[in-house]
């Protein structure tokens, strides 16, 4: 027989592990969405600025964070 706290931690344990999972998702949507920006941004001879600035309009990230996708992704092959 298990005690209320072992219950309430069971159940805050499964609600942290779906929320989690909930904002993995939408952590990869955000992710795929800049690399499709600057793929197509490179694909079009953006200069990096331009696509930093799409990337913080679109998106709706920092400078910071648009930079750090630019990185990420600039360097990976177009396909």
């Known amino acids: 027989m298990c005690t209320l706290f072992e219950e309430i931690a069971r ?3 499964s609600k942290g ?3 989690g999972r909930v904002e993995g998702r939408a952590e ?3 992710e ?3 690399e ?3 793929s ?3 694909e079009s001879n953006f200069p990096e600025n331009s696509i930093l600035e799409i ?3 679109r998106l709706g ?3 910071q964070k648009a930079t750090e996708y630019f990185r990420r992704f600039a360097g990976q092959p177009v396909q």
């Open 28 to 30: 990869g949507r955000l």
């Open 55 to 57: 990337l913080q309009n």
């Open 17 to 19: 592990r779906a929320e």
């Open 36 to 38: 499709e920006i600057i």
């Open 40 to 42: 197509m941004g490179l």
């Open 11 to 13: 159940t805050s344990e």
């Open 32 to 34: 795929g969405r800049a």
């Open 61 to 63: 990230i920092t400078l």
